[in-house]
């Protein structure tokens, strides 16, 4: 296989030239390695670390003891890099032969043959063998397949990167619906449904196994979602988490939307706010995207490391510090064209919203967003009055 040396942070490992002519992403090469997850392996090395010191905070026990499994490693460099940056144990593991024999290569080349082990197994079968401090899951598209096995697996945290967005987004519905058993509303908030549909989906997976959840920081692009969870043993958490799950309804008409907790539960088909027709999603994960302590935390280990993408790890890490942890966001420019005004800037916009009393943030997702607990009256009163 033709390879190349990559660095990412500081460390080198050696990833397959994709074959002449072939377009991006690398499909065709015999390992899979993609350039433009940089960034979300910058925010898991800062992330697994800050998981790691929380572990040590609570356990008599040294960082090399804390395992951490990359169950889809590919060429390795994700795992690589905890083991060489964070200097936990880690296990490289994929299921292709040619993945398996460049970890080996790239464990040496890498240095850290003291604290990594590569596996070369079906992800599901090693994760029903053996416990992990921390789980990543980085598949091909969808982690539903693996989530039943990761969270019997994981003791402390959970990471899951999802790539399916259109799927959890509602774009692809029935193949969201086989997936993840939730409806989802392919809407302006769309990238947010996927981020709770995807936890809830966890949350139902780890109570199977007496365990609930606690979501850390939870990030979306247009290619994929991840989330950082943390784990809590027992019936009685997961029973706490699954009270986080619910269903919204969404008034396309006049913009008015409700979450409604519980599962079993009765909702109106009509907006009590016009009257007409809503759309309901779910059930979703409403409980918190992200938690303020832990955000401060990795962007503590950002700061302090040699990133390729630091300006941007610490960008998106501090909007989702900063956005209000409420579901779901409003898009400025749909309620503006909704009520028939050119759209303000979002800073004076959001000045004027905080002014009536309400709280108010911009949100990660996309720069014309943001999250308030202001009805849609206020919110339109104020574009109108701008
Ligand atoms: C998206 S790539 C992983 C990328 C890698 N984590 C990174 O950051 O570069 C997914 C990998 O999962 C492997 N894979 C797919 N299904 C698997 C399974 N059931 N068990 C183990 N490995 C699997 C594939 O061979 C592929 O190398
Ligand atoms: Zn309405």
Request: net charge negative.
């Amino acid at each position: 296989m033709l390879s190349t040396k990559v660095t990412e942070g500081s460390t080198t490992v050696s990833v397959p030239v994709p074959p002449e002519g072939v377009p991006f992403p690398p499909s065709e090469a015999p390992v899979f390695y993609n350039p433009h997850m940089e960034l979300n392996r910058d925010i898991s090395v800062a992330a697994t670390s800050a998981c790691a010191k929380r572990i040590l905070l609570k356990k008599d026990m040294e960082l090399k003891d804390i395992t951490y499994l990359d169950a889809m490693s590919a060429s390795g460099i994700r795992g690589l890099r905890i083991a060489n940056e964070v200097g936990i144990t880690s296990i490289l593991n994929d299921w292709s032969d040619d993945a398996h024999e460049l970890i080996l290569e790239n464990i040496e080349l890498a240095g850290v043959s003291d604290i990594a082990e590569a596996t070369c197994k079906n992800a599901n079968v090693l994760m029903h063998e053996r416990r992990f401090n921390i789980v990543d899951l980085d598949p091909f598209g969808t982690p539903a397949p693996y989530l039943d096995a990761a969270t019997r697996s994981v003791v402390h945290f959970l990471e899951v990167t999802a790539t399916d967005t259109a799927p959890l987004c509602g774009a692809h519905f029935n193949s969201g619906m086989r997936k993840y058993a939730a409806v989802p509303l392919n809407n302006e908030f769309h990238s947010e449904m996927g981020v709770r549909i995807l936890l809830g989906k966890i949350a139902r997976e780890l109570a199977k196994h007496d365990k609930g959840m606690t979501p850390l920081l939870s990030h979306a692009t247009r290619h994929y979602v991840r989330t950082y969870l943390q784990v809590k043993k027992g019936a009685k958490q997961a029973d706490k988490a699954l009270k986080e799950l619910g269903f919204l309804s969404h008034c396309e008409h006049c913009g008015h939307r409700e979450v409604s907790h519980g599962m079993a539960i009765s909702i109106s088909a009509h907006c009590s706010s016009c009257g007409k027709d809503v759309y309901i999603a779910g059930p979703l994960w409403l409980g918190q995207l992200h938690e303020t302590q832990y955000c401060d935390e990795v962007l503590l280990e950002i700061e302090d490391r040699p990133l390729g993408t630091k300006e941007q790890a610490k960008k998106l890490v501090l909007a989702c510090r900063d956005e209000l942890d409420i579901p779901f966001f409003y898009d400025q420019h749909v309620i503006c064209k909704m009520i028939g005004v050119s759209a303000p800037a979002m800073d004076m916009f959001i000045a004027a919203l905080r002014d009536t009393g309400a709280n108010v943030s911009r949100t990660h997702f996309t720069g014309i967003s943001f999250k308030t607990d202001a009805n849609i009256a206020t919110i339109k009163d104020v574009l109108r009055g701008l």
